[in-house]
């Protein structure tokens, strides 16, 4: 799979290539926006890593371009800036995820897989979709665990379709409240542990000890089938 990095600072884009490459993919990288804009229009790429804060062009700039362009590979946003108005601004311009500076880089390789994972997805999450022993029943709005039948919110329909799409990786709290909640009103993460505890309550037979919807301790969450 071919992977373009877009980052003006060196030591960054060479760490990142030497870390991509060990896992086996082919690495293309841009020291600008505009050659990292001129790669993107012009070459197949599967994934594309996008600084923000560039010279020439910055991030923001670049994704908008690309998308307008034709460019649909999944556009995963690297920056300093980890302010709820910057996120907005990535997602808006077309990035598909975000992941703030400093960060480790087996969590950037975690989001990379969990990317091209979703975007390989050859067929749509199947409606009834079993977890254990219920039925998420998303046209319906309904969890079905024996002779009963819980109701969801769209939250919670979010949520798991969320947790669907990683394939037992982990989900971060913040990821819950960018790709869920949105912005326009920005909650506490304790919000998701809470929604979390309700979901159990329906999903699992023994809440206290959940088999399916674990907890990643100081990180989030993740759907074992």
Same mark, same amino acid.
């Given at each position: 799979m071919r992977i373009l990095i877009v980052e003006d600072e060196a030591p960054m884009r060479l760490a990142l290539e030497q870390s991509l490459r060990s896992e086996g993919f082919h690495v293309v990288s841009a020291a600008d926006g505009e050659a990292g804009l001129e790669r993107g229009c012009s070459e197949p790429f599967d994934l594309i890593l996008l600084d923000v804060m560039m010279p020439k062009l910055d991030g923001y700039s670049v994704c908008r371009a690309l998308r307008q362009h034709g460019c649909n590979a999944p556009v995963l946003m690297l920056t300093a800036k980890g302010l709820v108005d910057d996120r907005v601004n990535g997602l808006n311009s077309g990035a598909d995820d975000y992941l703030t500076k400093p960060f480790s880089l087996k969590e950037l390789l975690a989001r990379v897989h969990a990317l091209l994972r979703r975007f390989q997805r050859s067929e749509p999450i199947t409606d009834p979709y079993p977890i254990g022993d219920a039925e998420i029943h998303f046209s319906k709005r309904e969890l079905r665990r024996?002779?009963?039948?819980?109701?969801?919110?769209?939250?919670?329909?979010?949520?798991?379709?969320?947790?669907?799409?990683?394939?037992?990786? =982990?989900?971060?709290?913040?990821? #819950?409240?960018?790709?869920?909640?949105?912005?326009?009103? #920005? =909650?506490?993460t304790r919000t998701i542990d809470n929604f979390v505890l309700a979901l159990r309550k329906k999903l699992e037979n023994d809440p206290a000890q959940p088999k399916h919807l674990l907890t990643v301790r100081a990180y989030g969450y993740r759907l074992a089938r």
């Open positions: 024996g002779a009963k039948t819980h109701e969801l919110s769209e939250k919670e329909i979010g949520m798991l379709k969320l947790l669907i799409e990683a394939d037992g990786e =982990p989900v971060s709290r913040e990821r #819950f409240l960018d790709r869920v909640w949105g912005y326009e009103a #920005f =909650p506490s």
